[in-house]
């Protein structure tokens, strides 16, 4: 790495001028948010507006592997990875319109929670938290640490695991401390970041190559210079489709059918079905703010091809020698890959093209996506262990304890993501985005396949989603196994995978794995007894809207009751009265999701243990936890009716209209070729005239 491209002092101070802007943000976020309820912590009191719900989607999800993993796809295949970003916007409105109102009447705060509610027992609410935690581990977590130290590395030098530890650094204290509200706040500052610094830096990159016209033809032509020589065989030349999305359905890196048929369904996993995406809609104060949200996401997510992708490729029309290496001893070199370097064309255009100070702001950007992902999947995986899994553990856990488990949870994860990073260096041929794709491809398709079947057929039952969830997941992790033993050979050497790797493409895989998983669904649903109707009483569609109530509803209430009743009997057999009894308690009635509240008796505490419940948000105003308690059960109510203001339907459905046009026009205008250039025109080694 050259000196000249390291970050001067003036790039430190524009890094510490955002920093303090994210500590006062996080300080403001704790300061007006409760909390010190499950509900206030892990869903900020369901009192969000949609934009910061919105700005949250779209943060939470664009990651510093977004920065990092579609610039370099961009660099080494083009514009075809652009199609996974205008597939969310058809499919955050398929959440938003469809998925949601669904997941809002059933009142839920997880989503094997409303598994649960729709199928009764637990064994498929426990495999799917822990299935979930898995994918956070090996597709968000690793691959965010690993994205955002890399780009460190190449700008100041770090050595890659320090840098890692540095950043989980920075990001355990908004986790920590802040609650989702907080992570929501920070989501809509870093959002704002990314956004601004990514499109300025896109101007630059383009004015460097001629604009667009300039690109589409110096790209073509981006190789490294013993390619170019004739010295060397092993590829490094850019596919003759490079500008166009969707490709061939045979022999292409991304596949029509595929894409549009198999990676669909694992995206609806990701969009619909999965903790940290949905998470941030239910924190929405109704149904509408949820609906405008997932609208306001979908029109920003119409920018990461301009201002991700193409900026990829811009850099390695600049620095063909580094981001296009083919030869595997020289990559390894640069950047400590041997299955190519095209993962540091984003860190490698900024330290290239952009001046002093503004450096520091594209660094700003890295850490703004690097933390708004991670803290956003801390959040939510703690979410998923404390509720799904703990609370099974620890069926009389405090909410006390419950906050603390969760917190200590997140250290299991970063350890375990850590010892993940070595693998994803080498995997998918260096590209880190397709990484993340093909390991959801293997994994994510059976959970959208029962919750596609869950939410729009009511005869579907317990037996039949887990039987289901068995083969799919199973086959799945089969094929993921056999790709981590059976890598992708290196340029020269003779590739002897099975058939079944080589030549089956991760799209077509995933949408085979779908298919069966509904069948099985189906079949199973149809030879075993119906589920209760009980069971389907606003967990469906079509029934979202049913006033029934249930009976686990009424089973709540009982045992609130019982904990009330031996509360006060504890609290009598210690000498306080029964008007303490009354104050005291703040009980499971009164929380979203049903968690007692341990109650400590007021006593003298150090000033350190102050300082530490502050941090935390856990107070002893029991009378004030009470009061916010039976405030948000109000607000839960009225938000579980799925009201919505005529007006403002009519605004939503208008809006739905023009971003599903938008995406089907985009995904047509990028995907049929215009006649531009197809191969290189440079004279390529010995064979000057050649053709590719």
Known sequence: MAKQMSLKAEDFIVIAVYFLGVLIVGAWSMCRTNRSTVSGYFLAGRFMTFIPVGMSLFASNIGSEHLVGLAGSGAAAGIGVGAFEFNALLLLQLLGFVFLPVYIASGVCTLPEYIHKRFGGHRIRVFLAMLSLLLYIFTKISVNMYSGALFIQQSVGWNLYFAILFLLGMTALCTVSGGLAAVIYLDTLMATVMVGGALLMTFMGFDKVGGYSGLRIKYMNAMASDVIAGNHTCGGVPRPDSFVMLRDPGHSDMPWPGFLLGQTPASIWYWCADQVIVQRALAAKSLSHAQGGSLLAGYIKILPLFIMVFPGMISRVLYPDEVACANPDKCFEICGSRAGCSNIAYPKLVLGIMPTGLRGLMMAVMMAALMSDLTSIFNSASTLFTIDIWKRIRKNASTRELMIVGRAFVLVMCVIGICWVPIITEFQGGQLFIYIQAI???????????????????????????????????????????????????????????????DFHYMYFALMIFLLTGIVCIVVSLLTPAPDPEMIVRTTFFTRHDPTIRSDEIQEEAEMKQIDAEEQKHRAEHGHTHQDNESALWVKENDTVNLKESVEFKSPKPF??????????????????????????????????????????????????????????????????????????????????LTL
Request: aromatic share 14%.
């Open 440 to 502: 959801s491809a293997y994994l994510a398709p059976p959970v959208a396949s029962v919750y596609l079947i869950a939410i729009f057929w009511k005869r579907s039952n317990e037996q039949g989603a887990f039987w289901g969830l068995m083969s799919g997941f199973i086959v799945g992790v089969t094929r993921m196994v056999l790709d981590f033993v059976y890598q992708a050979p290196e340029c020269g050497v003779k590739d002897t995978r099975p058939i079944f790797v080589k």
């Open 608 to 689: 350190w243990k102050k300082v530490v419940q502050f941090f935390c948000g856990m107070s002893d105003d029991i009378e004030e936890e009470k009061k916010t308690a039976q405030e948000q059960t109000e607000h839960l109510r009225e938000i579980t009716s799925l009201h919505q203001d005529k007006r403002a339907k009519m605004l939503l459905y208008g809006n739905l209209l023009i971003i599903l046009t938008t995406a089907v026009f985009l995904y047509i205008f990028f995907s049929i070729p215009d006649g531009g250039p197809t191969a290189p025109t440079i004279p390529y080694g010995k064979n000057a005239s």
